[in-house]
């Protein structure tokens, strides 16, 4: 069973950047997808940048285009997503989800697996 363990959350001010991670393992299979999440209190999960293994192109919410990065560094099986300029309604838990089926980064209760998430509170 795959298994995910996000990283690098905290708390920063307005304008700042953040770096988090998501280490996988038992991963078996040769194609997927993953995606970054977020859940801010009273929120449905959303999804924040996605890809497809092997395949050019990723996709992001509207809400963060421009500001966060998502990459991935297959020699260490670790995810990560980039997140500069950022502002007080960034402010949610953040989880990584991983899948080996097609799925779409906007229904974010198909996904198989996921993480634990890590914090990332913005203040103003």
């Known amino acids: 069973q795959v298994q995910l363990e996000e990283s690098g959350g905290g708390s920063v001010q307005a304008g700042g950047s953040l770096r988090l991670s998501c280490a996988a393992s038992?991963?078996?299979?040769?194609?997927?997808?993953m995606g970054w999440f977020r859940q801010a209190p009273g929120k449905e999960r959303e999804g924040v940048a996605c890809?497809?293994?092997?395949?050019?192109?990723?996709w992001y919410a509207d809400s963060v285009k421009g500001r966060f990065t998502i990459s991935q560094d297959n020699a260490k099986n670790t995810l990560y997503l980039q997140m500069n300029s950022l502002k007080p309604e960034d402010t949610a838990m953040y989880y990584c989800?991983?899948?080996?089926?097609?799925?779409?980064?906007?229904?974010?209760?198909?996904?198989?697996?996921w993480g634990q998430g890590t914090q990332v509170t913005v203040s103003s």
């Open positions: 989800a991983f899948d080996p089926r097609v799925r779409m980064c906007t229904i974010s209760y198909e996904w198989r697996y």
């Open positions: 038992r991963i078996t299979y040769s194609w997927y997808y």
């Open positions: 890809f497809a293994s092997g395949v050019a192109g990723t």
